[in-house]
């Protein structure tokens, strides 16, 4: 797969995490979800955001 991708440029990584704490109190199970895009050669954030799930 790496070898590859020096042939198309840098790779993409996308992540998805649910932050507990960060949602509503009164529904259970009810987290902030966050979609990151991350560039992994540069170190860099492309984009995140909020989903609803």
């Given at each position: 797969?790496?070898?590859?991708?020096?042939?198309?440029?840098?790779?993409?990584?996308?992540?998805?995490?649910?932050i507990?704490?960060?949602?509503k109190?009164?529904?259970?199970?009810?987290?902030?979800?966050?979609?990151?895009?991350?560039?992994?050669?540069?170190?860099?954030?492309?984009?995140?955001?909020?989903v609803?799930?």
């Open positions: 797969m790496q070898e590859n991708a020096k042939d198309i440029g840098e790779l993409i990584a996308v992540n998805g995490k649910a507990r704490g960060a949602g109190k009164s529904q259970a199970h009810s987290f902030l979800r966050i979609l990151t895009a991350y560039a992994t050669e540069s170190g860099v954030t492309l984009a995140q955001s909020a609803s799930y």
